[in-house]
T-cell receptor
Framework: GENVEQHPSTLSVQEGDSAVIKCTYS??????FPWYKQELGKRPQLIID?????GEKKDQRIAVTLNKTAKHFSLHITETQPEDSAVYFC???????????FGTGTRLTIIP | DSGVTQTPKHLITATGQRVTLRCSPR?????VYWYQQSLDQGLQFLIQ???????AKGNILERFSAQQFPDLHSELNLSSLELGDSALYFC??????????????FGEGSRLTVL
């Protein structure tokens, strides 16, 4: 099955700086890569996703890049704000939500 | 509010006991997924149902079972509980069968503590 590795496990950045979280996946057939944000004590929520026919997708301060050859994808957050502090999970699947595999999460802390 | 309702929010029980966690999906969603999140761990997929039928299984223990009822709500049954079963259990729903991709809508979770 799919195996997703996520790095780093914790990340602290100064407010206003950029944050980058990286994930690698094992199954070359994976074609859908969502990112979920989980604030402390809250439920995970989808913040952005990318499909394998696209190399980059951007939504305001958040962007995701995908390198299918290297089998890795990354989340980029620019101009970080205190409300960006949360745990971020990447995920990948070769076949629908029922095969979705999550990474172990990155705890992002924004330092005011 | 995601529209997914989970009860109870918190549950404290003893080893060896059995508990039932309940999930009501968003209106119109036919798929229900159960995930386990242990302390500082990721989201471990347990099981998925679509329109009443089991569709996919993850690393679900034999002591755990689930079902989805005709009204589409789902229950996760955990029996012979061990200390290691203490975790946050999330239910998520989506409109489709699970064989296509798209957003999962998570509930607020049920926190189980086994003493």
């Amino acid at each position: 099955g799919e195996n997703v590795e996520q790095h780093p496990s914790t990340l602290s950045v100064q407010e206003g700086d950029s944050a980058v979280i990286k994930c690698t996946y094992s199954d070359s057939a994976s074609n859908y890569f969502p990112w979920y944000k989980q604030e402390l004590g809250k439920r995970p929520q989808l913040i952005i996703d990318i499909r394998s026919n696209v190399g980059e997708k951007k939504d305001q301060r958040i962007a995701v890049t995908l390198n299918k050859t290297a089998k890795h994808f990354s989340l980029h957050i620019t101009e970080t704000q205190p409300e960006d502090s949360a745990v971020y999970f990447c995920a990948a699947t070769p076949f629908g939500n029922e095969k979705l595999t999550f990474g172990t999460g990155t705890r992002l802390t924004i330092i005011p | 509010d995601s529209g997914v309702t989970q009860t109870p929010k918190h549950l404290i029980t003893a080893t060896g006991q059995r508990v039932t966690l309940r999930c009501s999906p968003r209106s119109g969603d036919l798929s229900v997924y159960w995930y386990q999140q242990s302390l500082d761990q990721g989201l471990q997929f347990l099981i998925q149902y679509y329109n009443g039928e089991e569709r996919a299984k993850g690393n679900i223990l034999e002591r755990f079972s689930a079902q989805q009822f005709p009204d589409l709500h789902s229950e996760l049954n955990l029996s012979s509980l061990e200390l290691g079963d203490s975790a946050l259990y999330f239910c998520a729903s989506s409109p489709a069968s699970g064989r296509i991709t798209g957003e999962l809508f998570f509930g607020e979770g049920s926190r189980l503590t086994v003493l």
